[in-house]
């Protein structure tokens, strides 16, 4: 289904989203950094900019309760979340980079364990991605296949156009139901020209080339020098759309507490630092050849698909300048 909506009618249709109760998140700025959040009216929504950190959190938060205790005496409780208490959610202004990801994210929390907090609220959210018109000199989106217009993910796609608002298509039922649901606010294509898209300027990589090295050389002396500078932050796992480990742990007293899950990062010493002592990983290039082995080697060899969508947040933010496209773009060459 092709419509078209105009930029003001886009802010009437969330303002009725959230007056229907649904939880809108979009980007929006918070001392002064774009960022991914619910809104109480589509006031401060900014769609100029990617935001800091991915959508991911949308579905997969940076900590959450899973579970409490409590002990009395020798009587223990014990309190599930219920994820059925999560709010009906529309995603409004995804970069086609974060709404990539979602798929790719999907395919873990669904693989051996059903995980039902990502899987509740994926399925009680409707994803509007947003065509890119900028990109700086870290995006990197078509180097791996992607493209600033590539809907995958997005459940209703937004493309802006020349006058103003935008060209809108829905892929899935979610968004048809989205469009059908406030039919007064979309009207047929206006057939106005789509604005110029965002050119990012890496060169595409030749992934089954990269994947084909990564095959044959877990061993080779090229780790020591790509993650010499590599200081573990984790910074570019936290803002990764794509990366998705966490930890379980329980905090509070004998008497009560809560099981929580909180994000996680290979790129941590004690990521594998085992109960014995011993760590597979007890140096940092160690932790980063897990890095570029998940997106690239292990990721395909499970799911069939490249763990990276080329937002280049982990360049953008990096604190010692580490450019995984151009550690990708030179694995392809050799």
Request: include cysteine.
């Amino acid at each position: 289904m092709q419509k078209f909506i105009s930029q003001q009618n886009l802010g009437h249709l969330l303002d009725k989203l959230i007056a229907d109760g649904k939880r809108v998140v979009a980007p929006r700025m918070e001392a002064g950094t774009p960022l991914y959040g619910p809104f109480a009216d589509s006031a401060g929504i900014v769609l100029g900019q990617l935001p800091r950190r991915s959508a991911k959190e949308t579905f997969f938060p940076v900590c959450e309760d899973i579970m409490s205790y409590g002990k009395e005496g020798q009587q223990v409780t014990l309190t599930d979340v219920n994820p059925a208490r999560f709010p009906e959610t529309v995603l409004v202004g995804v970069r086609p980079c974060d709404a990539a990801a979602v798929p790719v994210l999907d395919a873990v929390f669904s693989w051996d364990y059903q995980d039902e907090f990502f899987l509740e609220r994926r399925q009680k959210t409707t994803i509007v991605g947003l065509a890119c018109t900028q990109a700086d000199d870290a995006c990197f989106c078509t180097a791996v296949g992607l493209s600033p217009a590539d809907p995958k993910g997005s459940d209703l796609f937004l493309t802006p156009v020349e006058g103003g608002g935008y060209a809108c298509e829905t892929f899935t039922e979610k968004g048809e139901t989205l469009v059908n649901s406030h039919k007064e606010l979309f009207g047929e294509p206006s057939g106005a020209p789509a604005l110029p898209l965002a050119e990012p300027q890496t060169e595409k990589f030749d992934l089954k080339k990269v994947k084909a090295w990564l095959d044959d050389h877990f061993e080779d002396p090229a780790w020591d020098s790509i993650a010499v500078r590599c200081v573990g932050c984790g910074a570019c796992a936290f803002l990764c759309p794509a990366c998705h480990c966490f930890d379980i742990v329980d905090e509070g007293t004998e008497k009560a507490g809560k099981r929580r899950k909180s994000w996680d990062a290979c790129g941590f010493w004690k990521f594998t630092h085992h109960a014995s002592g011993h760590n597979p990983r007890d140096l940092q290039p160690k932790r980063y050849r897990n890095r570029i082995m998940h997106k690239f080697k292990y990721y395909d060899d499970k799911f069939g698909q490249t763990l990276c969508t080329g937002c280049g947040r982990c360049i953008r933010f990096c604190p010692v300048g580490i450019d995984i496209a151009a550690i990708v773009s030179e694995i392809s060459k050799k």
